[in-house]
């Protein structure tokens, strides 16, 4: 080896780990108005992954998928295009209920029969895992618990977003080693936040955040986060690449409910921006899957260990 072209080789670049949230929204926005056969597949879901995926292939973008089992089980075609491209499968939960809502039963219920669906439909056991809509907070602190006694690795459920009530306090900027009180362990990747102006916390992970700001910001906000912390996580939606307007959803007895309207009023206002902000970060950052850049990162960094606080804070653990 040359001891020269050691020294002038350039440094692997920072991980940027991306994820996709695989869910049909308009068969839970039917489920939301009471449509008896919202459980069915649809053709918006099938044209959304498509368009996704497109253009995964022409960035050549690795990724991880938290499948919802509810959905994924109408498409196992879909299922082994994701398969077949060497992505990461992680889950989602199976019935898309927010955990601070669920009895810790309830949950491993879900639980196991999502792992059985996702395994089944791609001849893998999930090692990652992201609740619904980010929904661990302080009052359902047993579901880390629950995940390192199923095999799980990493769980990425954790995002410092005010939409989470009773939000989780303290939560990292990066990826910590969770010890908890069983004496089991989890590594918990958080969502990217921004720590921008006067150190106000900003979510800029995705979703609705990626459609509200613009794409400047987002991306200024996740190169000093990887700049500082030196890996981030984002996440994105099926429908978020939908290329016709996403259509509103009303009860089969008609009449005004407002709120799947407002939602959908909502979810195409800037929509364009998220595939604007993924086509830069793709190519301007070296996007991975949560498995293989977690790998990466663990060999060049030693995570922290944090455990939780009565109060349900994150902090140093004392052993």
Not at 196 to 203: C, D
Not at 218 to 224: D, K, P, S
């Amino acid at each position: 080896m040359n001891p020269q072209a050691t020294s002038t080789a350039k440094a692997p670049r920072p991980p940027l780990l991306f994820s996709v949230d695989v869910e049909d929204r308009q068969q839970l926005l039917e489920r939301r108005v009471g449509r008896n056969h919202w459980n069915r597949p649809t053709h918006a879901f099938q044209r959304q992954m498509s368009a996704l995926l497109d253009t995964l292939d022409t960035l050549e973008c690795r990724a991880t998928h938290f499948m919802l089992g509810v959905t994924v089980s109408h498409y196992p075609e879909i299922m082994q295009r994701i398969v077949s491209r060497g992505d990461e499968i992680g889950c989602h939960g199976f019935a898309h209920q927010r955990v601070h809502r669920q009895s810790r039963r309830d949950f491993e219920l879900d639980l196991r029969r999502a792992i059985e669906t996702v395994e089944s439909l791609t001849g893998t056991r999930p090692v990652g895992y992201r609740a619904p809509r980010f929904s661990v907070n302080r009052d359902c602190l047993w579901m880390f618990e629950s995940l390192a006694a199923h095999g799980f690795d990493y769980d990425a459920s954790l995002n410092n977003t005010p939409r989470v009530p009773k939000r989780i306090l303290g939560i990292p900027r990066a990826p910590v080693h969770l010890k908890l009180p069983s004496g089991r362990a989890i590594i918990t990747v958080p969502a990217m936040c921004w720590h921008g102006l006067h150190r106000i916390a900003v979510p800029a992970g995705g979703g609705g955040y990626w459609r509200a700001l613009p794409t400047s910001f987002v991306v200024r906000g996740i190169r000093a986060s990887m700049s500082s912390q030196g890996v981030s996580a984002v996440y994105v939606h099926p429908y978020e690449f939908d290329p016709v307007p996403l259509a509103s959803i009303r009860p089969e007895g008609g009449g005004i409910y407002p709120g799947p309207w407002l939602k959908s009023a909502f979810d195409n206002l800037w929509r364009h921006r998220v595939r604007q902000t993924t086509e830069r970060l793709i190519r301007e950052h070296h996007c991975m899957s949560y498995q293989s850049g977690l790998e990466r990162y663990c060999m060049q960094t030693r995570l922290p260990v944090l455990s939780f606080t009565a109060q349900g804070r994150l902090r140093p653990s004392e052993s």
